[in-house]
């Protein structure tokens, strides 16, 4: 394995574990919140590990913090306010190749972020991923395939869910094509 850690990776390694000793938790109480092992996490903390969609789900719902308040950057926002796309930092999935790119900053009011799903992915989220926060998926290219607990949606360009109150969910992509997708994001008090 190279010793070169990515930014990225880094930057969520430094997060994880700022959040977890912020709350002064083991590696062993984050471990039984999140159902995360304690060795993976330790290596996610390490910059040994860059962690799944899945993974990143678990530890931002152990910290009631979304997946975006995660993968934040800590630079400043530019002071134009313009962020050009090829600036931005897209995050990808070691597992599934999903990809991430943050639309708006961290002093937004709401979270947005692109989503590129590839072919026969699926991304699954534990409930508690979805407490305090109120989401709304919109598909912008491709087909989306959404179980929502126990319903499945099927969504295609220019669709919407807005969705309810936490519960299990999967992001999936039965087709053979790329799915975009926008989530939109706003935290509230009570889940």
């Keep these: 394995m190279s010793n070169i850690v990515d930014p990225l990776v880094g930057r969520i390694a430094t997060r994880i574990r700022a959040e977890r000793e912020g709350r002064r938790w083991t590696l062993a109480q984050l471990a039984d919140a999140s159902g995360v092992s ?3 996490i330790s290596r996610i903390e390490r910059g040994e590990s860059s962690p799944s969609a899945v993974i990143l789900g678990k530890l931002s719902a152990a910290f009631q ?4 308040a995660l993968l934040a950057e800590t630079d400043p926002e530019p002071a134009s ?7 931005a930092v897209e995050w990808r999935d070691p597992g599934t190749g999903y990809r991430r790119r943050q639309i708006t900053g961290p002093d937004f009011p709401a979270e947005i972020a692109e989503i590129h799903l590839p072919a ?6 534990p409930a508690a991923a979805f407490a305090f ?3 709304v998926v919109w598909v912008l290219d491709g087909e989306l395939t959404f179980h929502d607990g126990d319903t499945v949606h099927v969504l295609g360009p ?3 869910i807005e969705l309810g109150e936490p519960a299990e969910r999967a992001f999936v992509n039965a087709t053979g094509s790329e799915c975009r997708y926008t ?3 706003t ?3 009570a889940p």
């Excluded at 913090?65 to 975006?68: E, G, K, R």
């Excluded at 306010?81 to 600036?87: A, H, L, S």
């Excluded at 026969?120 to 989220?125: F, K, T």
């Design 158 to 160: 220019g669709d919407t």
């Design 133 to 135: 926060i109120r989401q």
């Design 187 to 189: 935290r509230h008090t």
């Design 38 to 40: 304690a060795a993976m």
């Design 65 to 68: 913090l979304s997946i975006a």
């Design 81 to 87: 306010g313009v962020r050009r796309r090829d600036d």
């Design 120 to 125: 026969g992915a699926r991304v699954p989220y």
């Design 183 to 185: 989530v939109i994001l």
